[in-house]
């Protein structure tokens, strides 16, 4: 080939959101005669291609790329929203009800009923599942999904059919499906510590809250975030649009299996029950039946995202809906780990739940030279939430538990002592320690979805 006979052109394109828009294009570029490289860029909205022959057309790319939504210009094109303020209002009230839907399940505190035990059958966990999958589980691991729902579904733009949409989503809850269970079954053959420290985990957690930030504003469309794509690399994602290679199949299932380490309240609570069951058989069981539970809400989440994505319009309200509700579940995330680690949070300026009681309930009593504490924990908070003692002086904690669920069942208190203090429907845990330092300090439940404090005093 002469080399000299080799041309190249830049197009501008509008509708290309992200790194699977960009894969795609190049993709069914290279596939048009007289097209020999193709590269485009998201972030500046450009494609350059190098051709031999007759270049290609911008109505003969128009008439291509029209099924996957995308237009082509020879200069920059101004891209305004379709959206009219109808659309906005419904999609304001749209994400309100769902977050509100959110909020009210967890007030109601549904997983009551359903706390676990080592002694409970594995098929318990299938239920404890579910209400992981209304709770925690949906704000982190289903906010993820819609996080990164929109590259899967424009790697599979050019299908028709609703199943091969959902593969990624399939492979993605068997990634969960299998790992839990392989993952459950080395935690009960073991006994060992296949598990996070505290610290570790709260970094895991906010590492993945702000990639669901950064995602939630690209879905909302704030341009000065969409070059900064987090993303796999751009060699993998050709493998992975790659029909040869599957198309999709293993990015998700990795995805889906490593959530086995994003920490929730609930999963902990069936990882540490198979850990101590000694079994490997009953640990796989436990985990295994746990993330079944978990899966009608993900694939409903996944499924939802896919019948959207099939109408230009209504998919750009999806889009826009989806964006405000990861954005929402980020922040709830990243408000949940700062109570976790004693920080200032967001729900510190919005709730009155840190507010000095009006009783007398809230101050230690001196018992045998210890200052005796009496709170009662459930899985909507804990009574009294305000607690007060003196610096230099032993506390005994004692914490009845009148109905924690997965997220709520451990109470820690981070500069105060180490570790959680485990609880058990029913019972009353004790917790004793000597604060040394005046403060004030914070103490939550595992995932800092509820909150009190003890303030040290001189």
């Known amino acids: 080939m002469n080399n000299s006979k080799i041309k190249d052109c830049t197009y501008y394109v509008k509708g290309m959101h992200c790194s699977s828009c960009e894969i795609l294009i190049e993709k069914n570029m290279l596939e048009m005669e007289n097209v020999k490289s193709v590269d485009a860029s998201m972030g500046n909205g450009r494609v350059s291609i190098e051709y031999e022959g007759e270049k290609p057309s911008v109505d003969q790319l128009n008439q291509v790329f029209k099924k996957l939504n995308y237009t082509f210009s020879e200069t920059p094109v101004e891209t305004k929203s379709s959206l009219d ?56 691991v289903g906010g993820l999904i819609l996080s990164i729902s929109k590259q899967w579904n424009e790697l599979y733009s050019s299908s028709s059919s609703t199943f091969s949409k959902m593969r990624p989503h399939f492979m993605f809850n ?20 296949l598990q ?15 990639f669901m930030v950064i995602l939630g504003l690209q879905m909302l469309g704030v341009k000065s975030l969409q070059k900064f794509q987090v993303t796999a690399p751009k060699f993998l994602l050709r493998y992975v649009a790659d029909e040869s290679n599957f198309k999709g199949k293993y990015l998700p299932f990795v995805m889906g299996a490593l959530t086995f380490f994003l920490p929730c309240g609930f999963t902990i609570t069936a990882q540490g029950i198979a850990l101590i069951s000694g079994s490997a058989l009953v640990g796989a069981l436990i985990m295994l039946f746990f993330a079944l539970g978990t899966l ?64 007398n309930s809230d101050t230690a009593v001196l018992v045998d030279g210890k200052q005796v504490l009496k709170m009662n924990a459930s899985a909507t908070g804990y009574s009294p939430n305000y607690l007060k003692v003196k610096a230099g002086v032993p506390v005994r904690w004692e914490i009845t538990d009148t109905g924690t669920s997965g997220c709520t069942n451990a109470v820690i208190a981070r500069g105060l002592f180490d570790g ?14 000597t604060p040394t330092t005046p403060g004030t300090y914070k103490f939550s439940c595992w995932m800092g979805m509820i909150t009190g404090t003890i303030e040290v005093t001189n």
């Open 296 to 359: 009608p809400v993900l694939l409903l989440i996944g499924f939802s995202s896919v019948k959207f994505s099939k109408e230009p319009h209504r998919s750009y309200k999806f889009a826009k809906i989806a964006g405000i509700l990861v954005l929402f579940f980020a922040l709830f995330t990243i408000n949940n780990q700062l109570n976790f680690l004693g920080l200032k949070s967001f729900s510190d300026f919005f709730s009155g739940s840190n507010t000095v009681s009006t009783d």
């Open 85 to 140: 303020s109808m659309d906005y209002a419904m999609i304001v009230s749209v994400s309100v009800l769902i977050i509100s839907a959110f909020f009210l399940l967890n007030k109601l505190g549904l997983a009551n009923a359903l706390a676990v035990t080592t002694k409970s059958a594995p098929p318990a966990f299938f239920l404890f599942g579910i209400m992981a999958g209304l709770s925690s589980c949906a704000a982190l």
């Open 196 to 210: 996070l420290s505290a610290g570790a985990m709260s970094v895991l957690v906010f590492i993945v809250a702000i």
């Open 174 to 193: 068997i990634g969960r499906i299998v790992s839990y269970t392989v993952l459950g079954g080395l935690l009960g053959a073991i006994g060992g510590k």
């Open 420 to 433: 959680p203090v485990q609880l058990t429907v029913g019972e009353t845990a004790v917790k004793e320690f």
